[in-house]
């Protein structure tokens, strides 16, 4: 993308190299191994012109030697191909040949930095050697991949340098990423998480939105003895706020209408609606058409999980969907400044839980069995975004979120009734409800919004710990047989050790120590509640690697 400088420059300084036959922007420094398996055609991976910019002289044109490099070249089928029978080989290949070649942006004094200068560190390429383009990859590149070389800061710097030193119109980023990246990645890269803090930090921009924005609560409730707990979650809100509650029988209504009648809102709402589809169902079929004119809306229901074992853990998966949502009147003024501030944000989600058997999501990345069904109901409501078994979605598990009601417009026009969802008793997981759960953030990209986690400064705390406590439980076990010197160490042994299972005995539906951890790679996981099989889907046969991270170029 770009460019953030005039391109002039460049062709001017290599128009007065007459001698080159051909020249790039950037160059791969090459690896000692080649970390691609399959058709490689040097046991090392060459130094190389990255290929998403090559100029070539009219004379190279001419040359039958170039005609015959294209006419013979095999047919490609991958990435991989692309990769090992091309941009690898070819400089190597017609440098062999007696030609002469060379990039723009010197990195010759980065060598020993990292080999591939221009997605390790842009913004010094960009800012002191005068390099006029970055590489969009850099925003959908696994963070995994970054850890490798870096402490995950490089999107960031380059975001930053991009926003606040150039006149690039950051705008075409946004709608790019929005329109053609999975927002498991851009998301992560930008560290668009959300951290709010428990008092308000822009009194300005809160006050505005009281003054100027249409606020909504929307409440599904349904456990009369969690009605003081309900309140309470409301009364953290703006007085310019209008509550819409539903519920699921004639005499909750009144309990309803007396528990909220000294409540400092615009208006409370309560409307009794047919019980199918629980909180879900009343929220698309009776809720969402009254939210369409708001600029800011959040939804909550009366959560017990009752189905867990034990009550703590549900009542803990209680906690981090309202801790995270509505912790404190100023946490909700300041999420509301969030989206404010961010036309781009579409929703935001509590982190799903992990805690007791929770911890299963970290195994499926948080789809369970709701994969396939999931992407059957993009398939219906039109919603053509980029998914994957193997990213976890950006959902509000638990089904309490922020969200623009803009950003969900393409699933509340759907026309849902009560009858599209299955009658009581209801199963666990894997219903419709399961697959709305995780559709929203897809919804949202499909009309030009993102979705992004949001956490207390409290909680955050906590959930840094606790991912620390889950990886150090993991990663000291292994290092006793395995190689665990670097993150991609570790991963490869594992994900090589769960694949040799699996190869072993295919059909045996649990491999724990797998599941635990190869989530962290990105490339596919195994564990009870894995999704349906599928060419997108995770399997335990796709976990081993095929390269090393962060060793070539990317398109």
Same mark, same amino acid.
């Given at each position: ?87 690898? #080989? ?6 062999? +040949? ?153 005499? +909750? +209504? ?120 999931? +992407? ?114 570790? #991963? ?64």
């Amino acid at each position: 993308m770009g460019p953030v400088r005039p391109l002039k420059e460049m062709f001017d300084a290599t128009w007065e190299n007459q001698d080159l036959d051909f020249w790039g922007l950037s160059i791969h420094h090459g690896a000692k191994s080649n970390p691609f398996k399959g058709k490689h055609l040097y046991n090392y991976l060459p130094v190389h012109i990255q290929s998403h910019f090559i100029v070539y002289r009219r004379r190279f044109v001419q040359n039958p030697e170039l005609q015959a490099y294209w006419d013979n070249m095999p047919m490609i089928e991958s990435y991989t191909d692309s990769v090992q029978r091309y941009e690898a #080989v070819f400089t190597k290949q017609f440098e062999d +040949k007696g030609f002469k070649w060379d990039v723009y942006v010197k990195t010759d004094d980065l060598k020993d930095f990292t080999d591939y200068p221009l997605l390790v560190c842009p913004t010094l390429l960009l800012r002191e050697k005068k390099c006029p383009l970055f590489k969009r990859r850099s925003f959908m590149h696994e963070l995994e991949a970054y850890l490798n070389d870096t402490a995950g800061e490089p999107v960031q710097e380059l975001y930053d340098y991009l926003r606040d030193e150039t006149d690039y119109p950051m705008d075409l980023i946004w709608k790019n990423m929005i329109r053609t990246m999975h927002p498991h990645d851009f998301t992560r890269n930008l560290a668009l998480t959300r951290i709010i803090e428990p008092t308000v930090l822009d009194e300005a921009t809160a006050q505005s939105i009281r003054q100027n924005r249409r606020i909504a609560l929307a409440m599904h409730l349904y456990f009369m003895d969690m009605l003081d707990s309900s309140k309470a979650f409301a009364a953290k809100f703006p007085p310019e706020t209008d509550i819409f509650i539903s519920t699921s029988s004639a005499d +909750k +209504k009144p309990q309803i209408e007396a528990a909220f009648a000294d409540l400092n809102v615009r208006s409370v709402t309560v409307t009794v609606v047919e019980n199918q589809g629980r909180d879900v169902g009343a929220f698309l079929c009776d809720l969402a058409p009254q939210l369409r004119d708001y600029d800011y809306a959040c939804f909550m229901h009366d959560k017990k999980a009752i189905q867990t074992r034990p009550g703590s853990v549900g009542a803990s998966f209680g906690y981090v969907c309202n801790e995270n949502v509505c912790k404190n009147a100023a946490h909700v003024l300041n999420v509301l400044c969030e989206f404010e501030k961010d036309p781009y944000l579409g929703i935001l989600c509590p982190p799903y839980p992990t805690h007791g058997l929770y911890f299963m999501n970290m195994c499926s990345g948080g789809w369970g069995p709701n994969f396939e069904n999931t +992407k059957k109901l993009m398939k219906d409501l039109g919603i053509d975004v980029p998914v994957s078994g193997e990213k976890s979605p950006i959902a509000p598990y638990g089904s309490v979120f922020w969200f623009r009601p803009k950003a969900l417009a393409p699933l509340f026009d759907h026309g849902w009734q009560h009858s599209d969802f299955p009658p009581e008793p209801l199963p666990q997981d894997g219903t419709i409800s399961h697959a709305i759960e995780r559709i929203y953030p897809f919804v949202a990209q499909s009309a030009g919004y993102y979705p992004a986690v949001v956490m207390s400064k409290s909680y955050a705390v906590t959930h840094n710990d606790t991912m620390q406590a889950y990886a150090g439980g993991v990663i000291r076990p292994l290092a006793r047989v395995f190689d665990c010197t670097t993150f991609y160490g570790a #991963v490869s042994s594992a994900t090589g050790f769960a694949t040799k299972s699996t190869t072993y005995s295919a059909t045996t539906a649990r491999t724990p120590t797998a599941a635990a951890v190869t989530r962290a790679t990105g490339c596919g996981t195994i564990c009870p509640q894995a999704p349906t099989r599928s060419s997108s889907t995770p399997s335990a046969l796709s976990l081993a690697p095929t390269k090393a991270p962060m060793r070539t170029d990317n398109a």
